[in-house]
């Protein structure tokens, strides 16, 4: 299997050019270059994602990752110097990050922002107050129980996983389109990245649309449908996520596995 790189016209697993004419993908992201400062990080991606899809955007430290999904979410920083990114049609590109949360872009970001102060459930109503609304809290409820448990305490003294717990039903009491988590197992034991993987299996068979960035290799891969490989800010790959589980090579130049 080769790999592919911006420079080389046949990326791996893209549908050929009548194909992708016929039907546009759910989201889409077109050569998008984004600075912090001076900084070049985000170097011409492009990548596509389809409904109910599950893509594992993978990478070494520093090649890019967060970089991109905050792009995505038009987070101010790095700021988008050029490039588009579509969701259903509507141009993210020239939204803000309140426009594109509220046409359905929601990030679970790697430090999670659970809000001192509040309860568990506060957090979670609080998610629901701009317009937008998705999950209702007995929805939320039902699938995360351990938060049902705990609604009444404070979030930020819940254990790192249940954080998390939070930080994706918070994601999704909002009306959601898809889902971007940067590093959803960073930091947790053995045991609660299985509680997570759980939840996010649940997530991929209620056909939510969604971008994982994780260093956890093999467990995006195992969940995703595609992935896509940054090295230094541009795409080094794009396939399904079984070819990169099955090649070696691959796993070992950019991902060091």
């Known amino acids: 299997m080769s790999v592919t790189t911006m420079n ?20 889409a992201v077109r050569d998008i270059h984004a600075y912090y400062g001076e900084s070049y990080i985000v170097q011409g991606v492009s990548l596509d994602v389809h409904h109910g899809e599950i893509l594992a955007l993978l990478g070494r430290n520093g090649a890019g990752k967060t970089s991109t999904l905050r ?102 009491t909002r009306d959601i389109k898809l889902l971007l988590l940067d590093e959803p197992y960073e930091g947790l034991a053995p045991v609660i990245v299985n509680e997570i993987e759980k939840i996010l299996n649940e997530i991929k068979a209620l056909g939510i649309t969604t971008i994982i960035v994780e260093q956890n290799a093999i467990a995006a891969l195992r969940l995703a449908d595609r992935a896509v490989i940054l090295d230094t800010g541009e795409v080094a790959f794009s396939g399904p996520a079984t070819a990169v589980l099955e090649n070696e090579d691959l796993r070992r130049e950019y991902l060091a596995i």
């Open 71 to 172: 792009t995505i979410a038009r987070i101010d920083n790095p700021a988008l110097k050029s490039g588009e990114i579509w969701l259903e049609g509507q141009p993210l590109h020239r939204m803000k990050a309140f426009e594109a949360s509220r046409a359905g872009i929601q990030l679970v970001p790697e430090d999670r922002r659970i809000i001192a102060g509040l309860t568990v459930e506060e957090n979670l109503t609080l998610a629901q107050v701009a317009p937008g609304r998705g999950w209702e809290l007995d929805r939320v409820y039902s699938h995360f129980p351990r938060l049902a448990e705990r609604r009444r305490q404070e979030g930020v003294t819940l254990s790192g996983g249940e954080q998390q717990m939070l930080a994706i039903a918070r994601a999704l």
């Open 8 to 27: 080389d016209a046949s990326v791996v697993a893209q549908p050929a050019p009548a194909a992708a004419s016929r039907t546009s993908p759910f989201f």
